[in-house]
């Protein structure tokens, strides 16, 4: 039977792992693009240029996008004076600051929590969690959340997520510039001529499987992210059934209309419709699979 800590462990580091995998694949490709075609490695310098800037904007701006793309609403004491208790006493016991506190007005059962860092985190739930979950079962969701906040996932994240993206913005351009003839080198010989062709090759495949390859290692890193959480969040309340009941829940709540693709990955579930998704591109593990883990806790 494994522990709390061993789970966060092995999530640690198998999430490393992925977000490697996905370094790999930017440099990579963008390096190898450059060599075949221009014969130097200008591109990729030009591509950490460009990919600054938009981690920046993500990194500052996500939560708010985030909050508003999604219709929440921020309360307050007074009006779910029963909600901020239990966000303030598990943030007490994660030794964090108390986040703000967003309501979702949705039937549906969900939640997450954005922010960069503690300092800037907050939590939104849905009117439906509110309204079918009892104290133990708000725990173990809102412990969840809080263990997203305190593990830096949410800037880990958007860290991926901005590296997804620009790994296909770049994709796209470099294959508009190989079909146009842009830049293609010239060889000092035949072997030369050959070698950029083999390379150019390559590193066209390259560019339209990178894209996906690193998108299913976003969504990977995404399910191990929800594991380390669950742990997380039963290390903070050490009542594994509370968060297992609630998701048994939140299993058979319908979708929610508000939530969209660019923020689906943060929410506590699948907020979409779980039968038209398979695992394999699921930004979620199987409910079922972390219910099992919870009660082998």
Do not use: C
């Not at 066209?204 to 499987?209: E, Q």
Request: charged share 20%; hydrophobic share 45%; glycine share 8%.
């Amino acid at each position: 039977m494994s522990t709390l800590y061993n789970e966060i462990s092995a999530n640690k580091r198998r999430s490393w792992v992925l977000i490697f995998v996905v370094l790999v694949l930017v440099i990579g490709t963008v390096a190898l693009y450059s060599y075949a075609v221009r014969g130097d490695f200008y591109l990729p310098v030009v591509a950490a240029i460009f990919i600054i800037p938009s981690t920046l904007i993500g990194y500052y701006s996500g939560d708010k996008i985030a909050l508003m793309t999604n219709r929440a609403r921020e309360v307050s004491a007074e009006e779910a004076p029963e909600l901020h208790r239990l966000v303030e006493n598990i943030a007490i016991t994660a030794g964090v600051p108390k986040p703000k506190v967003y309501l979702i007005n949705s039937p549906a059962l969900n939640a997450f929590a954005t922010g960069r860092d503690p300092e800037h985190a907050s939590v939104a739930v849905t009117r439906g969690l509110l309204e079918r979950l009892d104290r133990a079962e708000m725990e173990g969701v809102l412990a969840h959340e809080l263990g997203h906040v305190r593990n830096y996932d949410i800037r880990f994240a958007t860290l991926v997520a901005v590296l997804v993206g620009f790994l296909v913005i770049l994709s796209d351009i470099f294959l508009r510039m190989t079909f146009w003839g842009g830049g293609r080198r010239r060889g000092d010989g035949e072997n030369s001529g050959q070698l950029g062709a083999i390379l150019a090759i390559v590193g066209l495949v390259m560019l339209i499987v990178s894209p996906i390859v690193a998108k299913l290692i976003q969504l990977a890193i995404s399910r191990q992210r929800e594991y380390l959480a669950d742990a997380s969040g039963v290390l903070l309340t050490r009542y594994p059934e509370g968060l297992a009941r609630a998701l048994e829940k939140i299993a058979g709540s319908p979708p929610l209309p508000t939530a969209g693709k660019a923020t689906a990955h943060l929410y506590i579930a699948n907020p979409f419709s779980r039968r038209s998704f398979s695992n394999l591109f699921s930004t979620h593990p199987p409910i079922e699979e972390r219910i099992k883990r919870l009660r082998a806790m």
